[in-house]
DNA sequence: TTGAAAGCGCTAACAC
DNA sequence: GTGTTAGCGCTTTCAA
């Protein structure tokens, strides 16, 4: 049989199709005796409501879409992606708002992101790792759509409100323990420059270090693995007297242990090693690693009130940047 | 300005919507002259489909769906959701599709999944980390909606079609591989059993082993690093003579490599370690872990193409299962 | 408090 | 080839 729609309820409760409608959206003007009979019907028939049809006269979508702006090959190499996406769709759910996930590599990518928005297909967009300069985000802003982003938007802080955790804090709390130790020739693997986490990070130790931080003990990654044995690498041939390295990631921090390691350098009696995020490999290298912890799940949860708000109507509803820890292991 | 409709695009270029239609559905029927001003007033106006409409009428909803049937707190946990999600994505993208993500953790969960497919909005269905017995198979494939699943489901095997590696022969590799080495009392850690992982990896490691293949040298893991610590404490208490372990993953496997050097036993000298996966970590642990490579993109991919043919009309799609490639590195 | 009716933007059947 | 038109299932005035 086919689906029952609003008509067959309202024939089996005895009602008007508006009359139907007006229980199904808890409209008070409803008596007593109309709503039993209609909650009656749906119940017999299996009633279940069309979004499409609502969705066309309403003007709402019922959905978020949430943009990956990572080029493909790199998605998901960051762990904290999980928690982000798991919450996300979570707290939606309680709104009956559905999570659709987009990636937005490149032009073409971003192309379509924008046609599904432009379409009136999303009541709200959620950027997740987005790097500077990306045209999508003035894009997006221009179509009046609530946007937030989980982590700032560099260049965009004001105009894109996001749930952050204190970056420069963090970075700061690292920087300061290794100090503390004894440490004296600390160099640092920060994220992309195009990136809050990459930035942010980097200033926090420079905060700390002062012109200690010489650019000679500084060298870039790009998130992976990878990138952290290389510029480890790089660290380790420009300044062989390093003895202390603070990675932007846990990630990369694995990455450079195994530089390390390869160079024959001990950890932490040779050199310390400190990374950020306290994700769940700073847990599977050994040592295992001294690290700051973002509160991820907080931040996601932060986020996606602020999303919400803006959906609801709110006009302007402010960022925020919550606090990290220090969470010391074996690496130093 | 609202957003312009088929009815603007057809005042714009002079000519009928039902032949604005046409050009946007590609049908043979439209002049050349039509369709360039069409296609030049489409430009013009800056037209982008409604697909909410255009859903109401053609009772396509445009999207699916990927269930993660993952109780809440693992989800995301186990790396290999990463490459599947992100090819998922883009081989929908590049029809036109969407990807809504739910979760179905729980009975409220499953219940909500299954409203959503019973309100026709997802042409199809893409289900991740299903365990035996999970109704919502059961209740989905009643929907009559194309279903399929990355991974076999335990006792739906011929009911929903899937993509999988071939668990059992990758854990006949490693196992015979193991056994090749000279070790002569190997353990396992499997996953769950109430999953094909699970199931067919520790099947893989009797065939091989026979009787040698005890009760008291199987522990059961919940895919987690920490089950995987627990999992190997009991085995060693149990058999302080083990000199091999074969763990279903490479998160288990680097869980219990943290037992294996805590109690003080070397790898691989004293111990042989096996994953399965070759995820991320299998890289990151020190020694890094020799273990089975399932080729998860590809799996990905294949799974999309059975969900994909299914959408289109297919009656019936044949499951796939890919040869696995042992990986030696340093932990054997 | 309720029913009737006008669309929301689009596709597809039909007539020309 | 092309225009016309009848809905798709729902919400929301407008009257009553």
């Known amino acids: 049989m086919k689906r029952p729609t609003i008509h067959d309820v309202a024939a089996a409760a005895g009602v008007s199709r508006g009359t139907v409608s007006r229980v199904l959206n808890g409209d008070r003007y409803v008596s007593t005796a109309a709503r039993l009979a209609t909650e009656r019907a749906i119940a017999e028939t299996g009633y279940v409501v069309n979004r499409t049809a609502r969705s066309l006269v309403t003007q709402r979508s019922g959905s978020v879409v949430m943009v990956l702006s990572e080029p493909h090959e790199k998605i998901f190499e960051d762990p904290n992606y999980s928690t982000s996406i798991r919450t996300s769709i979570r707290r939606l759910a309680e709104r009956d708002l559905s999570l659709v996930m987009m990636i937005a590599g490149d032009a073409g990518d971003r192309d379509r992101v924008l046609r599904y928005v432009k379409g009136g297909h999303a009541d709200g967009v ?24 989980l982590g700032a938007v560099i260049g965009r ?20 323990y290794l100090v503390e130790q004894g440490r004296k020739k600390i160099a640092m693997i920060t994220g992309p420059m195009d990136t809050p986490g990459g930035i942010q990070r980097l200033e926090g130790f420079t905060d700390v270090l002062g012109r200690k931080a010489s650019k000679k003990l500084i060298e870039h990654g790009d998130w992976t ?33 195994t530089t390390l390691r390869a160079a024959g350098r001990r950890v932490p009696e040779d050199v310390a090693l400190g990374g950020f995020d306290d994700s769940d ?8 690693l001294t690290t700051v912890r973002q509160p991820l799940a907080e931040i996601a949860e932060r986020t996606l009130s602020i999303l919400l708000d803006l959906i609801d109507g709110a006009e302007h509803v402010p960022s925020v940047a919550l606090p990290t820890q220090l969470i010391v292991r074996d690496s130093t």
């Open 225 to 257: 693995r990878l990138s952290g044995e290389s510029a480890m690498a790089r660290l380790l041939e420009r300044s062989p007297d390093i003895d202390a390295v603070f990675a932007a990631s846990d990630v990369m921090a694995s990455g450079a242990l």
């Open 126 to 149: 959620l950027l997740l790792s987005t790097h500077a300069g990306d045209p999508l985000v003035d894009a997006l802003h221009d179509v009046h759509i609530p946007v937030v982003s």
């Open 281 to 288: 490999v700073a847990m599977s290298t050994h040592p295992a």
């Open 157 to 176: 802080e004001n105009v894109i409100p996001y749930a952050a955790c204190d970056e420069r804090g963090g970075a700061q709390q690292m920087t300061r």
